[in-house]
């Protein structure tokens, strides 16, 4: 039985809406053209019943806002009735291309703001929604995830908040670390890896890749993100390396003790294509030094895979480094803000997330299982056989 089918002979929790905060509007209207799209083609008895009401709808976006005073305050306010709805609430955290002003000076938005901002727009559903899911793909203060000494807990002391307010799920992104769901262990929590989407861009955008492996290693940049290239070496049948961080622990630069070598374990490099794969880039400069310890081991092309592309520092090291044919294309989503800038150039490749994100919430509006959305591996299977690569 096809998913369209199933979908149909299943009632939808409620009616679907979409609230697409200003920092995810690009994202939030692909996302709305699919759901349109695809309940157009779905014809059913079914349809036309009282369960199926406003099933098909010519979008499914809810306005929303979130005005600011003089002094920077805000509120969040809501255009239209949300009673009895599926919500589904997206925010880019990440967005600073965004700007309040504040007693007259412009400031950027940072994800304090966007959260804050996330936050009133839940209190201005004032509980009417059947149900609340969250989809914020680069999740709130991920990085402050554990504590290792006397510090904030900000990313579990978020999720609580959130579920305080009525939340029943939050549906995030390759989290920096998936065990920070044990802040509200009796809610839902999901991190999504969009592994399948790094291979389908790699493939559509680089006709002779070959994912065998006698031709391709997997990197894995540090400890961290050892789980992520394990799973993309295991799934293409290819070998796996891993660089790990050698620090000075006397010493703190700029908050952290800074890195004295990259030191690998692994197999021998030489003549191999390399995929460093890990769920950011921030700064770059670390995955830029794991580019030059694999080159400097007589790797082939060097292909960078990260979940976000923040490029905090800007792009000219990494404009340098392609130049210098360190890196051959680093490949990022485009679940978060992307600078015009960034899309203009001929090493950035963007994997496109806005189908698998309309696919999810569909299958949650049906409440089905994302079971195969978490495990991609038939779809990695299914989209190699299509190139005619080697698993």
């Not at 509980?127 to 899911?133: F, L, N, Q, V």
């Not at 290819?238 to 690998?264: C, Q, S, W």
């Not at 309309?358 to 990695?380: K, M």
């Amino acid at each position: 039985m096809s998913q369209q089918i199933e979908f149909l002979e299943s009632i939808p929790v409620g009616k679907l809406g979409i609230i697409a905060l200003k920092s995810c509007t690009e994202m939030g209207q692909k996302v709305n053209d699919h759901l349109v799209n695809w309940r157009d083609q779905r014809d059913n008895e079914h349809t036309s019943t009282i369960a199926f009401s406003g099933y098909q709808r010519d979008h499914f976006l809810i306005k929303s806002n979130c005005p600011r005073f003089g002094t920077g305050e805000g509120k969040g306010v809501i255009g239209e009735s949300v009673r009895g709805y599926d919500l589904y609430i997206m925010v880019d955290v990440t967005n600073y291309s965004l700007e309040y002003k504040v007693c007259g000076h412009m400031n950027h938005m940072s994800p304090d703001d966007h959260f804050q901002d996330l936050k009133r727009v839940i209190a201005a559903v004032g509980g009417k929604a059947r149900r609340i899911t969250v989809i914020m793909p680069y999740l709130y203060e991920s990085r402050q995830h554990k504590r290792t000494t006397r510090e904030s807990l900000d990313c579990a002391l978020a999720l609580e908040e959130l579920y305080n307010m009525g939340v029943e799920s939050i549906i995030t992104f390759d989290a920096h670390d998936p065990r920070v769901q044990n802040a509200i262990p009796l809610k839902t929590f999901e991190t999504i890896k969009p592994t399948y989407q790094f291979i389908k861009a790699l493939l559509k955008n680089v006709p002779d890749i070959q994912f065998r492996p006698d031709k391709m290693m997997m990197i894995s940049p540090d400890e961290g993100a050892m789980e992520r290239a394990i799973y993309f070496a295991n799934v293409l049948g290819l070998d796996m390396g891993l660089f790990y961080k050698r620090r000075d622990f006397t010493k703190i630069v700029n908050g952290r003790n800074p890195i004295v070598a990259h030191e690998y374990l692994g197999s021998d490099l030489e003549g191999k294509d390399c995929i460093i794969i890990d769920d950011m880039i921030s700064s770059g400069d670390s995955m830029l030094e794991v580019a030059q310890e694999t080159r400097r081991r007589g790797a082939g092309r060097i292909f960078v895979c990260s979940t976000f592309g923040l490029f905090t520092e800007g792009l000219d090291r990494f404009d340098k480094a392609y130049e210098e044919g360190l890196i051959y294309r680093v490949v990022t989503t485009n679940l978060i803000y992307q600078t015009p800038e960034l899309l203009k150039r001929e090493w950035y490749i963007s994997a496109d997330m806005s189908k698998y994100m309309a696919l999810i919430i569909d299958t949650l509006n049906h409440d089905h299982s994302i079971s195969e959305f978490l495990d991609p591996t038939d779809r990695i299977h299914k989209i190699m056989e299509k190139y005619n690569q080697t698993t």
